[in-house]
C-alpha cells in the first residue's frame, strides 16, 4: 500500500471546511503539525491515526492509502452518469458539485461543473442569479489551467452583455480560439440566426485574411514562392467569381507585388512588370476612390463590406463590427507598401530598383503616403 496521508487529510479537511488550526484542536497538536503532515515534512504518532480517522468518519485504511483505483472508479461513475442528466436539470449541477466537493483540487470536476451550469443558464435564464456567483467562482479558478479558453468561452455565451468586454478581453486576437469565436459562439446560442450568420461571415473573414496573408518562407526560394502567391492571388479572385472585389483590391495589389519580385528573382521580366503594373494601378484607383465600405464579395463574408483601413466590417442591416486578428492587411495606409519597395530585404527587386518604372512607383506611393496621412488629419 503507498502511503498518500498529506493528500487525503489535506482533501478531508477541506470536505469538512476545517482549519489547519480547529484539526490542530481537535486532536490536541499544534498546527504547525497538522502543515507538516499536509506538506509530507513528517507522519502523526501511530497511536494518533484512530483518533485522525474518527475524526473524519473513514478507515485508517482509507486514511492511508493511495486510493487511485478508487478515484478512477469514481470518474468512469462520473462520465457514465452525468450524461444521463438533462441540460436544463439543476439535479446535474448538483451531482457535478458532489464531485466537486469530494475532489476539490480535480479541475476535471470544476470545469465540468462550470459546464453543467452554463446548460442550465441557456435553457433557464431566470436562474442566472442563482447559478452565475457558483459558475464565476470556478471559472476563475479554471483561468490559470489547461480549461482557460474554454471557460472563457463558455463565460461569454451567458454572461450579461456589461460583462462581455470585460471577458473578451481575456482572450486572444488570433489563434484558434479567438475572440470571434467566443462571440460566434455567444450568437449561436444567444442571439438570432441573422446574428449568427454574420458573426460566421466574421469568423471566416477574419480567418481567411490570416491565412492568405501567410508568408511563404523566402528561404524557399524564389521559384517556390511564385507558386504559392499565384495561388493566394486565384483565391482572392475567385471571391468575386474572377474579379478580385473591391475589398481585397489593396491586399491583392500587394500581393502582385510580391508575386512581381517573386518572378524577378526568377529572371521573369515580361510576367514580373505586367504585375507590377497592375498592381500599382490597383492601388491608384483604390486610394482615389471616395467610397467609405468595399464590398467583399462571396457567400463565405455573409455580405459584409470592409472599412478601407480594415477596422471595421459592416453588415447588410448597417450594423458596424470591429475586425479582430487583422493588423495590416487592408495596406489601405501606402506605408506598407512603400516598405515593400524600399525594403533592402527584398532583394529580387535589385535588378530593377534603378529602373525609371520601378523609381516612379516608389515616388509616387511614397507622395501618396504624405496625402494619406494629410486626409487623416
Not at 519597395?341 to 535588378?351: G, K, V
Amino acid at each position: 500500500m503507498n502511503l498518500n496521508f498529506a493528500e487525503n487529510i489535506k482533501r478531508l479537511r477541506k470536505e469538512k471546511r476545517v482549519t489547519q488550526e480547529k484539526l490542530a484542536e481537535a486532536l490536541d497538536v499544534s498546527s504547525q503539525s497538522v502543515s507538516r503532515w499536509e506538506l509530507s515534512i513528517c507522519y502523526p504518532d501511530m497511536e494518533l491515526l484512530p483518533s485522525i480517522a474518527n475524526y473524519f468518519g473513514v478507515t485508517v485504511d482509507s486514511l492511508l492509502s493511495n486510493d487511485t483505483p478508487s478515484k478512477e472508479r469514481d470518474r468512469e461513475i462520473f462520465n457514465q452518469k452525468i450524461d444521463t442528466f438533462s441540460d436544463d436539470s439543476s439535479e446535474r449541477i448538483d451531482f457535478v458539485r458532489e464531485y466537486c466537493r469530494k475532489y476539490p483540487d480535480d479541475n476535471y470536476y470544476a470545469y465540468n461543473l462550470v459546464c453543467a451550469v452554463r446548460d442550465h443558464l441557456l435553457e433557464i435564464p431566470q436562474d442566472t442569479q442563482k447559478y452565475m456567483p457558483l459558475m464565476l467562482k470556478h471559472t476563475q479558478d479554471l483561468l490559470e489551467t489547461q480549461y482557460r479558453n474554454t471557460v472563457i468561452q463558455l463565460m461569454v455565451t451567458v454572461c450579461d452583455e456589461s460583462e462581455l468586454a470585460k471577458w473578451l478581453d481575456m482572450s486572444p486576437y488570433r489563434a484558434g480560439f479567438s475572440r470571434r469565436a467566443c462571440l460566434v459562439s455567444r450568437a449561436s446560442v444567444k442571439g438570432t440566426p441573422t446574428e449568427a450568420y454574420v458573426q460566421h461571415g466574421l469568423e471566416m473573414l477574419e480567418t481567411m485574411a490570416d491565412q492568405l496573408d501567410a508568408r511563404c518562407p523566402d528561404a524557399m526560394g524564389a521559384e517556390r514562392k511564385v507558386k504559392f502567391q499565384k495561388d493566394v492571388l486565384k483565391t482572392i479572385r475567385s471571391f468575386g467569381n474572377g474579379d478580385v472585389p473591391d475589398g481585397w483590391k489593396l491586399f491583392y495589389a500587394y500581393k502582385q507585388l510580391v508575386l512581381s519580385a517573386c518572378l524577378f528573382g526568377c529572371g521573369e521580366y515580361d510576367e514580373g512588370w505586367a504585375n507590377f503594373d497592375e498592381a500599382i494601378e490597383i492601388c491608384k484607383c483604390i486610394y482615389s476612390t471616395n467610397d467609405e465600405w468595399l464590398v467583399l464579395g462571396s457567400e463565405l463574408f455573409s455580405g459584409l463590406k470592409v472599412s478601407r483601413d480594415w477596422n471595421y466590417a459592416i453588415d447588410e442591416q448597417g450594423n458596424k463590427h470591429k475586425l479582430f486578428g487583422i493588423v495590416r492587411l487592408s495596406f489601405y495606409n501606402p506605408v506598407y507598401i512603400r516598405d515593400l519597395l524600399t525594403n533592402p530585404r527584398w532583394a529580387w527587386f535589385d535588378s530593377v530598383r534603378d529602373t525609371p518604372k520601378y523609381k516612379s512607383a516608389t515616388e509616387w506611393v511614397t507622395e501618396n503616403e504624405k496625402i494619406v496621412k494629410r486626409q487623416e488629419i
